[in-house]
């Protein structure tokens, strides 16, 4: 190739570098910052806000409650006569039937009165028999006219008082023979010893003012008592299915029923009492323990429900701000149901599937087109 054409292809070939640096440091910042300033004027006159979408609330809701678990029935056993604790059949954790025999009191006292209570009998009717002997002669002398009716009198009146003294004799045998009865003490139901108060060789007085000598629970079945809150009382009725959860058992559940419900509020809570009767044959459960119950509860009416922080309180009621489907924002009044913490229901006002503005700003006007953001759907457990 000639010189000349070599230079030329040299000058050719620094002209086309100079141009492509050019563009590179002049021309594509120029575009870049424009681009910019346009996604800034939009997003001026467009302001971004986040979106959250009406919905119904499951047609089932779970709610846990905490709850006490007691015995199904329990009772303190206490001695119904005067003694010294003599044999102990029974101890702390023994499961016992009902009517088995859970210590014996000895009562050389109760035998005592005893003994003289039947000797009493005998001199009484004894006496009934001289009397009743005493007052049939004098019937017949009086008769036969050989003594006054004063003294027949006196003879049935004396027969009468000695009859008197019979029953009472016999009343009194009767008592001190159920209180010999009352020696034994034995279980009223079946359970387990949940304590036990006595040893052998201890003093025993009769009464609710003596020492309670055991105390019994019947634990196969277990009563869960639970305070359910005003707004669902209309779901917690009798022969609901209701579990029950324990801590100290993760990952079980233990199934039982609503079986009552108390007629009235605790005037203080604004809650019902409501009972659970829980089986418990394997014994794993104890009385006393404290849990959780879980209800499952259909709702033939599921709450519209839109995010708390969507409602805007002022000084006409209450409103939301909704989006359109030209994305221009609209203002609508509701009214309030429910509060549940991070969702509220919408009782009017509002249809499902609305998009509403979660936590709007001041600026946010009537009419204004606005830049819609949705949340990304939750993931699927």
Do not use: C
Not at 352 to 369: M, Q, Y
């Amino acid at each position: 190739m000639k010189s000349g054409s070599r230079f030329f292809v040299v000058v050719g070939l620094g002209l086309g570098v100079v141009a492509a640096a050019v563009l590179l440091l002049g021309v594509l910042p120029r575009m870049r910052a424009n681009a910019e300033l346009e996604t800034r004027a939009k997003t001026l006159g467009h302001p971004a806000v986040n979106i959250a979408v009406a919905q119904h609330a499951a047609a089932t809701v779970d709610f846990q409650l905490p709850a006490s678990i007691q015995a199904l029935q329990e009772a303190p056993v206490y001695a119904r006569t005067n003694g010294y604790l003599g044999r102990l059949l029974a101890d702390l954790g023994d499961r016992v039937k009902a009517g088995q025999t859970l210590a014996v009191i000895d009562a050389p006292e109760v035998d005592q009165d005893l003994n003289q209570g039947r000797a009493a009998l005998e001199q009484a009717r004894a006496n009934l028999a001289l009397a009743r002997s005493n007052a049939a002669r004098w019937e017949e002398l009086g008769r036969q006219q050989a003594v006054s009716q004063q003294e027949i009198d006196e003879k049935r009146s004396t027969l009468t008082a000695r009859d008197a003294d019979v029953h009472a004799a016999e009343a009194s045998v009767s008592r001190l023979s159920q209180l010999k009865q009352y020696q034994t003490i034995a279980a009223p139901f079946d359970g387990v010893i949940s304590a036990r108060n006595i040893d052998v060789g201890g003093l025993v007085t009769a009464g609710a003012g003596g020492k309670e000598l055991f105390h019994i629970a019947q634990t196969e079945t277990l009563r869960v008592y639970v305070n359910v809150p005003q707004t669902n009382i209309r779901s917690v009725q009798p022969g609901l299915v209701a579990e029950v959860l324990v801590n100290e058992f993760p990952g079980r559940v233990f199934t039982g029923k609503v079986v009552r419900v108390a007629g009235a509020l605790d005037p203080v809570s604004r809650t019902l009492l409501a009972e659970v009767q829980l089986p418990n044959t394997q014994g794993e459960l104890l009385a006393g323990m404290f849990g959780q119950v879980r209800f499952r509860l259909p709702q033939a009416e599921p709450p519209l429900l839109i995010p708390s922080n969507a409602v805007i309180a002022r000084s006409d009621g209450m409103t939301v701000a909704t989006v359109a489907a030209d994305n221009t924002l609209h203002f609508l009044k509701v009214k309030l149901g429910r509060d549940f913490g991070v969702q509220i229901e919408i009782l009017t006002g509002l249809a499902e599937g609305a998009r509403v503005v979660a936590n709007p700003s001041d600026g946010l006007t009537e009419g204004l087109t606005v830049d819609p953001i949705v949340p990304p759907p939750a993931k699927k457990t």
